[in-house]
């Protein structure tokens, strides 16, 4: 399996989460809607998902430059505070700083340079990411910011929407009651990288950037048909992600929500992620087009192997099946790509 990353630009507002279970789900989507996108159907593609992925997701995660050097930002991973941050000696002051460090959930890693311990990353929280990054915008988008008074990269807000009751013309009680939704807009100019690692002899780079490319012209996620989750994509390349941790690693920090194999880990450090799954395009309609709930570790989740052994993939995790009553073949992935890095807990 190789390993690329994809450059993305968002156009719009976002209804749902650029994560990487659902960006793969809407890469299956496209395969199902052209067979000839990568040269087989779905049902071959995923055939043996369980055992050998066609493709593997990660988040989509913001990038900038300082100068001519690449930084990501990724979520801060979860440990304990004490295993990222250097505690005051004070039990007084510990306190406070606990309150100040979980605040930092932004983790900045520069590219194509390895790190052994996450103490020696720098950790920041929303105001000061938005001050990180905002260098790397026009002068024109920053006085526009400026002039909004935005202070933060990615901002969210509640966008309210109205049913109308076509036999009586104005709202009402359910199912007629107006309702909000949460919608995720990032800062102008904003570049988001996506971690892709694909089976090259059954896809290529080209026939994935087609597929993203079909995804972000019709829209991604929740309310796609109104005009949210579009982009643009930029360039690409090939990444080593096991050469960014630590040379002597024995835990996996994850790049995407997962669901980590049975027996494999001796120690897990992860924040709950309940995914309520829903069917899209034609079995939206069905009689049940809910999927079953799948309960995930979110990304920046640290995972402690029993043996090494699991060093020798770029990816962790399992497939998920068993979702769907509308469709018995559905598949989700709980696989992760992850960079090996060293904790001592």
Known sequence: MKIYEITIKPLTAFGTPLKGDTIFGHICWQAAYDEKLFGMPLKDLIA???????????????????GTECYYVLRTPALPVDEIFDLPAEKSEIIEKRKEYKAKRWMILKKKKRFESFKTLEFLDDSELFEKMKGDLSLETRRQLRREGTRRYISSFLQYHNTINRLTGTTGEDPFAPFSVEQSVFCPETELTIFAGIDETRINIQQLRDGLERVGSFGFGRDASTGLGRFDLAEDGEIDLLTMGSTQPNACYTLSPCVPEDDTFEEVFFTPFTRYGRHGDVLAKSANPFKNPVIMADEGAIFKPKTETVFGKPYIG?????????EPNTVAQGYSLYIPVRVEV
């Open 48 to 66: 043996d998902y369980q055992s050998n992925p066609f493709a593997v997701f990660s988040s989509a995660f913001p990038t900038f430059y300082i």
């Open 318 to 326: 399992i497939a998920v099946t068993n979702l769907s009553k509308a």
